[in-house]
């Protein structure tokens, strides 16, 4: 992804805020213990935290007692973290990106939920090392679309291709997916880190009509896509589960984590 392509997707959300909040998948309790425990972390350590967004991770991680630096680049989904996270005087929310971000002091663990590939691939490792102190660790939690498609799913993909033809299929997973492989491919050859934890959680989630197309619009591949094709895109994907769905969808997810110690 080009520089100007991952700018762009990444500020995409401002205006999706909203539904943001209400429709994209959360940190179950078991992912952000796992985070925790695989962190070595207690309450007062200091946590910096990549891409809040809305704030649901953070509140998670301030509601364990610790203390969060909150960053998200995009002003509307930082100000509804804000407001969640009003309640927790230990937590700083910054509208600001990682890679402008500067503070000499170290923290315990950098979290990244569902955000790690917005950085620079250049900057990912090097610099959450630097804001690392001795034995502090990274956390990277992503959600996936487990593969093959199924159900409605693979009935979809006869859309996109319709479309979108130059995606060749709905592929809104696959580029966290790559940066998920990348991400542990650097980790284990880079001698920045050593990694500590692998786990990952499958589960569903209910999607009415409604709230499945209100979530296709807070992906930034799609909302790229200009108002009336994802327009297009949303009327005859919502057509097709109300007519051979009964007007909802189960989406299957995938939770990862991969928490890495810092070396050195």
């Known amino acids: 992804m080009l520089d100007a392509e991952r700018t762009a997707r990444r500020l995409a959300f401002g205006d999706t805020a909203g539904a943001y909040d209400r429709v994209r998948p ?13 962190a070595r972390l207690g309450p007062g350590d200091r946590v910096l935290e990549i891409g809040c967004g809305t704030g649901q991770a953070s509140a998670a991680l301030a509601g364990r007692g610790l203390s969060v630096v909150a960053l998200e680049p995009t002003p509307q989904l930082a100000a509804v973290a804000r407001e969640r996270l009003a309640p927790f005087d230990q937590v700083q929310v910054h509208v600001e990106t990682f890679e402008a971000f500067a503070d000499d002091e170290p923290y315990c663990a950098v979290v990244a939920a569902s955000s790690f590939h917005w950085i620079d691939p250049t900057v990912r490792l090097p610099k959450t090392h630097d804001h690392l102190g001795d034995g502090g660790s990274l956390a990277v939690l992503a959600h996936l679309h487990p593969r093959p498609y199924t159900g409605f799913f693979r009935r979809a993909q006869e859309v996109y291709q319709r ?19 990348q ?32 979530l296709l619009g807070t992906f930034s591949d799609h909302r790229l896509l200009g108002t009336a094709r994802l327009k297009a895109l949303q009327d005859a994907l919502g057509e097709l589960i109300d007519r051979e769905y009964g007007g909802a969808v189960m989406r ?13």
């Open 26 to 38: 959360k940190y179950s309790t078991a992912a952000i213990t796992a985070v925790v425990d695989g």
């Open 163 to 181: 479309l979108v033809p130059e995606w060749g299929a709905s592929t809104t997973d696959a580029t966290t997916n790559d940066v998920m492989q």
């Open 252 to 264: 299957p997810y995938r939770t990862l984590l991969t928490v890495a110690r810092k070396c050195g």
């Open 183 to 214: 991400t542990t491919l650097d980790l284990q050859g880079g001698g920045l880190f050593e990694i500590v934890v692998r786990e990952a959680w499958d589960w569903k989630q209910r999607l009415t009509r409604d709230d499945y197309l209100s």
